[in-house]
């Protein structure tokens, strides 16, 4: 199985100041139909997860355009440009290129 | 609205069965590929089941396969999961979700499955 691997696991921000989350696979993401199915979750406390970005970059209805999304083949990155409170919660990766699809164990955003 | 609502969690002894239910509605349910997605309470979430629009296409995590059986009618606009041989490592909230290839784009708000004797 594709095991993914967040770091950091827990992220303290300033309001305003920038985030950065790191997830790597341990194989290539990379779809024999040359899309890279990789995605990223949020869920706020008491909350279903939720669709932020897909296949690498692709921002989903709604959201923010602070979120970005961005990487190949094995490393990927969320960025926050400027984090507001309603950004707090866990956010993951999940892989859908190979089966079974896998998750990250999840970074935690708190305000400092 | 378009929403997915579990129901059916529990409950249940160790070796015993549940049966979970989502229903969909706002969309056509019929022309989606649908998943079960599960989360320890305070942990991490972990895919278990993904079935495919038309019931053609079935994957299981390891973890379940064999006393996991998912299912849907789309008649009904509703999808089920059948746990069999429940362990206490399967206390979990169990969430249905929407979507393929990393386009999950709907989600329930889960439905919890406690497995204790």
């Known amino acids: 199985d594709i095991v993914m691997t967040q770091t950091p696991l827990s992220s303290p921000v300033t309001l305003g100041q920038p985030a950065s989350i790191s997830c790597r696979s341990t194989q290539s993401l990379v779809h024999s139909d040359g899309n890279t199915y990789l995605s990223w979750l949020q869920q706020r406390p008491g909350q279903p997860p939720r669709l932020l970005i897909h296949?690498?970059?692709n921002r989903f209805s709604g959201v923010p355009d602070r979120f970005s999304g961005s990487g190949a083949g094995t490393d990927f990155t969320l960025k926050i440009s400027r984090v507001e409170a309603e950004d707090v919660g866990v956010y993951y990766c999940i892989q859908a290129t190979h089966w079974p699809w896998t998750f990250g164990q999840g970074t935690k955003v708190e305000i400092k | 609205e378009v929403q997915l609502a579990e129901s059916g969690g529990g409950l249940e002894q160790p070796g015993g069965s549940l049966r979970l239910s989502c229903a969909a509605s706002?969309?056509?349910?019929?022309?989606?590929?649908m998943s079960w997605v599960r989360q320890v309470p305070g942990k991490g979430l972990e895919w278990v089941s993904y079935?495919?629009?038309?019931?053609?296409?079935?994957y299981y995590a390891d973890s379940v396969k064999g006393r996991f059986t998912i299912s849907r009618d789309n008649a009904k606009n509703s999808l089920y999961l059948q746990m069999d041989y429940l362990r206490a490592e399967d206390t979990a909230v169990y969430y249905c979700m929407r979507g393929y290839g990393g386009y999950f784009d709907l989600w329930g708000r889960g439905t919890l499955v406690t497995v204790s004797s």
């Open positions: 079935i495919s629009s038309s019931s053609s296409t079935i």
């Open positions: 296949k690498i970059s």
């Open positions: 706002g969309f056509t349910f019929s022309t989606y590929s």
